[in-house]
C-alpha cells in the first residue's frame, strides 16, 4: 500500500546544477501536486496538475518546472538550482480537483543547495 | 499575505492540560481540512469540515468550522505526548488546498 512515494529522499546540489525530484502515486487520482515546506512558511504550492495533460501555477512557480508523465507521475525540475530552493519538497495527490477530498502526501524529499 | 492565519504559533502545555487552537480567514472555504504532521514524514489528514456550524469528533479532538466558513478551531482535551506535532489547517479553494503555516504543539509529560 505504497500511496505517494517521492525519490530520492535526500539531495545535496551545488548551485547552478540541475535536478529532477520523481513522485508516483498509485491511487489513481487524477490530481497532482508539488508543495515547499519552509521553517515558519508553512506549505508553499509551487505547481499541480488537476488532471493528467494539464499543469497550472502554484504560490511559488519561480525557478521550476513540473512535467505531468502520466496519471501516476509527476515530476519537478529545477533548472539551475539556487540556495534560496533549500527546502522540504512535499508531493500529493487526491482523487479529484475542486472538492473536498483529502491531499495524500509523501514523505518528502529534503533538498540542500550548497 | 497569509489566506489562512493559524494561531498561536507555537504551544507547549503539560501532558493533561486542554487547548485550543485556532485558523482564521477573511476568505469563506468550500470546506476546511486539518493535517497533522511528525517530523520526517508528510502530513496526514485528521479531518473535513463541511457544513457552516458543523462539529467532529474524533477521539480528545474536537474540530469546529464557522458558521460563515471562515474560520475553525481544534480543541485537544487531555493531551497526550503523543498529540505531540505540527497541525495545519488547510482550506478547499479551486482546484487547490491552501495551508496555513501551522501550529507546533508540544505536550511534555
Known amino acids: 500500500n505504497a500511496g505517494v512515494t517521492q525519490t530520492p529522499k535526500f539531495q545535496v546540489l551545488k548551485t547552478g546544477q540541475s535536478m529532477t525530484l520523481q513522485c508516483a502515486q498509485d491511487?489513481?487520482?487524477?490530481?497532482m501536486y508539488w508543495y515547499r515546506q519552509d521553517p515558519g512558511m508553512g506549505l508553499r504550492l509551487i505547481y499541480y496538475s488537476a488532471s493528467e495533460g494539464t499543469t497550472d501555477k502554484g504560490e511559488v512557480p519561480n525557478g521550476y518546472n513540473v512535467s505531468r508523465l502520466n496519471k501516476r507521475e509527476f515530476s519537478l525540475r529545477l533548472e539551475s538550482a539556487a540556495p534560496s530552493q533549500t527546502s522540504v519538497y512535499f508531493c500529493?495527490?487526491?482523487?479529484?480537483?475542486?472538492?473536498?477530498?483529502?491531499?495524500?502526501f509523501g514523505d518528502g524529499t529534503r533538498l540542500s543547495i550548497l | 499575505t497569509q489566506l489562512l492565519e493559524q494561531s498561536p504559533q507555537f504551544l507547549s502545555i503539560q501532558e493533561g492540560e486542554n487547548l485550543t487552537v485556532y485558523c482564521n480567514s477573511s476568505?469563506?472555504?468550500?470546506?476546511l481540512q486539518w493535517y497533522r504532521q511528525e517530523p520526517g514524514e508528510g502530513p496526514v489528514l485528521l479531518v473535513t469540515v463541511v457544513t457552516g456550524g458543523e462539529v467532529k469528533k474524533l477521539k480528545r479532538l474536537t474540530f469546529q468550522f464557522g458558521d460563515a466558513r471562515k474560520d475553525s478551531s481544534l480543541h485537544i482535551t487531555a493531551a497526550q505526548p503523543g498529540d505531540t506535532g505540527l497541525y495545519l489547517c488547510?482550506?478547499?479553494?479551486?482546484?487547490?488546498?491552501?495551508f496555513g503555516k501551522g501550529t507546533r504543539l508540544h505536550i511534555l509529560p
Open positions: 488547510a482550506g478547499n479553494r479551486d482546484d487547490k488546498i491552501i
Open positions: 500529493a495527490s487526491r482523487g479529484q480537483p475542486d472538492s473536498n477530498q483529502p491531499q495524500h
Open positions: 491511487m489513481n487520482h487524477n490530481s
Open positions: 476568505s469563506v472555504f468550500s470546506s
